[in-house]
């Protein structure tokens, strides 16, 4: 008896088993549709989790070497000031020397009218040249700081904005795993038992059993009304023979 391992009595009964499974099989696609979606956003949480993660980081690193090329930028622009005010006051000075070549010893000094100058022949004028190339070396220092720190911005402001682009993208897919989550309230009832939206695997079991359990029934159901169509064309050769047998009797008394 082909229906006696499945636990069904007569073939309406199993038409009728069969006729619900396949009635429940789009709803359990369905399901299947959400509960899949749901993983797979599951699993971009946890990347876009990541990038923030490391972004932030970046971001981190980034704001305090910006910091850092900041101060060291102020460090030496406060040198370079001083540098320079120095290497003014060796020109002013420096200005001075035609005065000085032009005293004359028991004369008064135009600048200050003293008739000694005891420092004229001892007087050594300043090394400008040495101020000069310590300017020009904190320039470039200046300069290279200037250059680096625009870069680290631009990167900063690259960083920044792949990180908002991060944070808008798992926001929506919170959002979309709470729209899943509405919908998958309406789908569960359509299991035997309830299950949460994030048992993937265990609903696609489910579904899969469901799958084979409906293929296998077709099948029976096949059979059975193979073996029903052999048993009536038997009904109706005996029937035939029956009535054949009948006539030939018939004919026989007569």
């Given at each position: 008896?082909?229906?006696?391992?499945?636990?069904?009595?007569?073939?309406?009964?199993?038409?009728?088993?069969?006729?619900?499974?396949?009635?429940?099989?789009?709803?359990?696609?369905?399901?299947?549709?959400v509960t899949l979606r749901y993983h797979q956003l599951t699993e971009f949480n946890g990347k876009f989790l990541h990038q923030l993660s490391q972004q932030r980081q970046q971001l981190a690193v980034l704001s305090f070497d910006?910091?850092?090329?900041?101060?060291?930028?102020?460090?030496?622009?406060?040198?370079?000031?001083?540098?320079?005010?120095?290497?003014?006051?060796?020109?002013?000075?420096?200005?001075?020397?035609?005065?000085?070549?032009?005293?004359?010893?028991?004369?008064?000094?135009?600048?200050?009218?003293?008739?000694?100058?005891?420092?004229?022949?001892?007087?050594?004028?300043?090394?400008?040249?040495?101020?000069?190339?310590?300017?020009?070396?904190?320039?470039?220092?200046?300069?290279?700081?200037?250059?680096?720190?625009?870069?680290?911005?631009?990167?900063?402001?690259?960083?920044?904005?792949?990180?908002?682009?991060?944070?808008?993208?798992?926001?929506?897919?919170?959002?979309?795993?709470?729209?899943?989550?509405?919908?998958?309230?309406?789908?569960?009832?359509?299991?035997?038992?309830?299950?949460?939206?994030?048992?993937?695997?265990?609903?696609?079991?489910?579904?899969?059993?469901?799958?084979?359990?409906?293929?296998?029934?077709?099948?029976?159901?096949?059979?059975?009304?193979?073996?029903?169509?052999?048993a009536n064309n038997v009904k109706q050769q005996l029937t035939t023979l029956e009535l054949q047998k009948a006539q030939d009797q018939s004919d026989y008394q007569i």
């Amino acid at each position: 008896n082909l229906l006696q391992p499945l636990a069904i009595k007569d073939l309406h009964t199993l038409k009728g088993q069969l006729s619900s499974l396949q009635s429940q099989l789009p709803k359990y696609y369905q399901a299947k549709t959400v509960t899949l979606r749901y993983h797979q956003l599951t699993e971009f949480n946890g990347k876009f989790l990541h990038q923030l993660s490391q972004q932030r980081q970046q971001l981190a690193v980034l704001s305090f070497d910006i910091d850092k090329m900041r101060n060291e930028y102020v460090r030496i622009k406060q040198q370079h000031n001083d540098v320079a005010l120095i290497a003014e006051q060796h020109k002013a000075i420096l200005s001075l020397v035609e005065h000085r070549d032009n005293l004359i010893a028991k004369q008064a000094c135009p600048l200050c009218g003293s008739l000694e100058h005891p420092f004229v022949n001892h007087y050594e004028a300043p090394n400008s040249s040495e101020h000069q190339q310590r300017l020009v070396e904190l320039e470039q220092a200046l300069n290279a700081l200037e250059k680096q720190g625009k870069a680290l911005n631009a990167e900063q402001a690259k960083i920044n904005a792949e990180y908002q682009v991060t944070q808008i993208s798992h926001a929506e897919t919170l959002k979309e795993q709470q729209q899943l989550e509405q919908q998958w309230s309406k789908l569960n009832h359509c299991f035997d038992k309830s299950y949460e939206i994030k048992e993937y695997l265990q609903i696609e079991a489910f579904i899969e059993k469901s799958e084979a359990e409906s293929t296998y029934l077709v099948s029976v159901d096949k059979q059975a009304q193979q073996l029903m169509d052999q048993a009536n064309n038997v009904k109706q050769q005996l029937t035939t023979l029956e009535l054949q047998k009948a006539q030939d009797q018939s004919d026989y008394q007569i």
